[in-house]
């Protein structure tokens, strides 16, 4: 099976939600920035009161690589991406797509799941290519 | 109290040897660099009271060397770290801590002799937010951004597959580089597609190799008798960022090489036109053109054409890379003390490709995928 994270302490609430199908931003309860990785402190004001909201689920894509090599259990060519999430922030993730070779920086894309066992792996989809 | 100029790079060299070494471990090729680097300045192990070291601790390096050190330095933040060895040696040696400092670097890269496996810890920041996704190593996470590089500044995969292409033509004239025939923008962009992008010959060599410096004062190093002139360091500067890359500000440009340049290029009092021959850490083709860029040699979006248009190369106004780089030199893993290493040998007047006139050489190094950098101004005696 493809990997799945092993939360630490100041992650695990994080993907939790992520486990339950819902992806959430850290935002400060002080300053109101949202920033990821999940951490138990601000890195903007180093306040240590943190909340998880959750995300629209919309970003656009920052930029990408097209692995013509993978991992054990994935199956090139597959888009490695890295997006900005509607709230500001950036994640990697997978670009799930039939058509590698089309796909195109800034490209709005949606927040998806990929359920690996009893986990999931956040990933994302272009949005005029859902149905 | 200014620090340039006030430290002296006596000693220089690599390892004995360079490419498939696979009757050294990891320490051994710490070890066989340092006793050439004192070698190269008429001391011994027992002349030293510092050690600085990345991947071996520096206590392994000393005792394996009957060192009793009076500094060590373990600072590890991947390839740039020996940029970082000698800023802080710079600083330890001024404020009269220590005397004399080795700083050693040996990564068995390819035959794996004594090393730690390479993974990133299952708890690690990788491991939680990249490994999942599918990343095939540095190769598919460094270059991450270079689609938005072209995106946005329009530069094209010809122009990308240049940088090979340019320090090839250096490294023919280097016996010890590891690749020296040249290549053409062809050869580039038909070699094997690793994540696109990125083809295999715009991917650094996986080589076993060290290197090792000797610093002392300035003062010590003119009453020394040596072989070769002191390199001095006229200033230094060091920055990090996040060690993933979905933390990092940008993706077309490297804060940390930002800020370390800014720091060395003050406290050298340096302007870009001064400066004679340029080292960047190139694990991968687009460092050098984010760094050209980060440094300041041009502006934003112009150092794709900056390279293609024969600038950085043998005759060029800025000789960038010239032992052909991690690209066609050797890559051990932590790359940069190779750049260091390269940067005193022009301004001693000692490398295989040698520029004219070299006072003043630049060398930035990279750590992670721009997880850190560090940038060093070496001068000549002619510029203290």
Same mark, same amino acid.
């Given at each position: 099976m493809k990997p799945v994270p092993s939360p630490t302490p100041d992650t695990q609430e994080w993907f939790d939600r992520i486990d339950a199908g819902s992806l959430t931003v850290p935002r400060c309860r002080a300053c109101a920035s949202y920033f990821l990785y999940p951490r138990s402190v601000c890195p903007r004001c180093g306040a240590r009161s943190v909340e998880l909201v959750e995300a629209a689920g919309t970003g656009t894509l920052m930029s990408f690589v097209v692995n013509h090599r993978g991992p054990s259990g994935f199956d090139p060519p597959y888009v490695l991406a890295v997006v900005r999430l509607a709230e500001g922030p950036h994640l990697t993730g997978t670009l799930v797509t039939d058509q590698p070779a089309l796909v195109e920086v800034d490209a709005p894309v949606r927040v998806a799941f990929e359920q690996r066992g009893d986990r999931r792996v956040v990933c994302f989809e272009l949005e005029d290519e859902r149905g | 109290m200014t620090l340039r100029g006030a430290v002296a790079i006596i000693g220089a060299a690599e390892s004995t040897d360079l490419g498939k070494i696979p009757d050294k471990s990891a320490l051994e090729l710490h070890v066989d660099a340092a006793l050439n680097a004192l070698a190269d300045c008429g001391l011994t192990p027992a002349d030293v009271d510092g050690v600085a070291s990345a991947g071996e601790m520096p206590v392994d390096v000393a005792d394996y060397l009957g060192i009793v050190p009076e500094y060590l330095d373990g600072?590890? !933040?991947? =390839?740039s770290s020996y940029m970082l060895h000698v800023r802080h040696a710079m600083a330890a040696i001024s404020a009269g801590l220590c005397e004399t400092v080795l700083v050693t670097h040996g990564e068995s890269g390819r035959s794996r002799i004594g090393m730690v496996p390479w993974a990133p810890a299952p708890q690690s920041l990788m491991a939680q937010l990249e490994v999942p996704h599918g990343p095939v190593g540095a190769p598919s996470l460094f270059p991450i951004g270079v689609r938005r590089y072209m995106a946005e500044y329009g530069m094209t995969r010809e122009q990308l597959a240049m940088v090979p292409v340019v320090q090839r033509q250096w490294a023919a004239m280097n016996p010890r580089a590891k690749l020296r025939d040249p290549i053409t923008v062809d050869d580039v962009l038909s070699s094997p597609v690793i994540a696109d992008p990125v083809h295999l010959l715009h991917c650094c060599l996986v080589t076993d190799g060290g290197g090792a410096l000797v610093l002392t004062s300035a003062e010590r190093a003119r009453a020394m008798d040596l072989s070769t002139p002191p390199v001095y360091v006229l200033g230094a500067g060091e920055s990090s960022e996040s060690s993933v890359v979905s933390g990092l500000e940008s993706l077309t440009s490297s804060r940390a090489i930002r800020i370390g340049g800014q720091r060395a290029f003050e406290q050298a009092g340096l302007r870009h036109d001064e400066v004679d021959h340029l080292m960047i850490y190139d694990a991968f083709a687009h460092v050098p053109i984010y760094g050209l860029e980060d440094l300041g040699f !041009? =502006?934003? =979006?112009e150092a794709p054409a900056f390279i293609a248009d024969g600038n950085t190369a043998p005759g060029g106004r800025l000789p960038l890379n010239t032992n052909g780089g991690g690209l066609a030199y050797t890559h051990t893993g932590m790359y940069g003390m190779f750049a260091i290493q390269e940067g005193v040998r022009q301004v001693r007047g000692t490398a295989p490709a040698q520029v004219a006139g070299v006072d003043i050489s630049v060398v930035t190094g990279v750590g992670g995928m721009f997880m850190s950098s560090g940038t060093l101004v070496l001068g000549s005696p002619a510029t203290v």
């Open positions: - | 600072t590890n !933040v991947g =390839g !041009v =502006g934003r =979006g």
